[in-house]
């Protein structure tokens, strides 16, 4: 069991930075793949970034590649998404997101545990 709780989003202008944290407690989280997700109003949830148990592995949407990085440390059980470069379209509740297994998913079903979400605004 693995309980995920995000902090870090706010109002930032577009071209800002923020870094989200995603806290886990219980003892699986090292061995937990996590991604990050984000649902703006009247859409639906999106893949944000993704990165194996270890921190090998990564991934990103192309809608963020070269602005937002993943990041994790197992030794203190929280995972990180630095946004820098904001814009509007940014704006959205994010989520943070974890599964037992050593692959990397881009798709919402395949986590089993979820935060609460923490927004972030991007005002232009």
């Known amino acids: 069991q693995v309980q995920l709780v995000e902090s870090g989003g706010g109002l930032v202008q577009a071209g800002g930075s923020l870094r989200l944290s995603c806290a886990a407690s219980?003892?699986?989280?090292?061995?937990?793949?996590m991604g990050w997700f984000r649902q703006a109003p009247g859409k639906e949830r999106e893949f944000v970034a993704a990165?194996?148990?270890?921190?090998?592995?990564?991934l990103y949407a192309d809608s963020v590649k070269g602005r937002f990085t993943i990041s994790r440390d197992n030794a203190k059980n929280t995972g990180y998404l630095q946004m820098n470069s904001l814009k509007p379209e940014d704006t959205a509740v994010y989520y943070c997101?974890?599964?037992?297994?050593?692959?990397?998913?881009?798709?919402?079903?395949?986590?089993?545990?979820w935060g609460q979400g923490t927004q972030v605004t991007v005002s232009s």
């Open positions: 997101a974890a599964d037992q297994t050593i692959a990397v998913f881009t798709v919402a079903s395949e986590y089993d545990y």
């Open positions: 219980g003892r699986t989280f090292s061995s937990s793949a």
């Open positions: 990165i194996s148990r270890y921190g090998s592995r990564t």
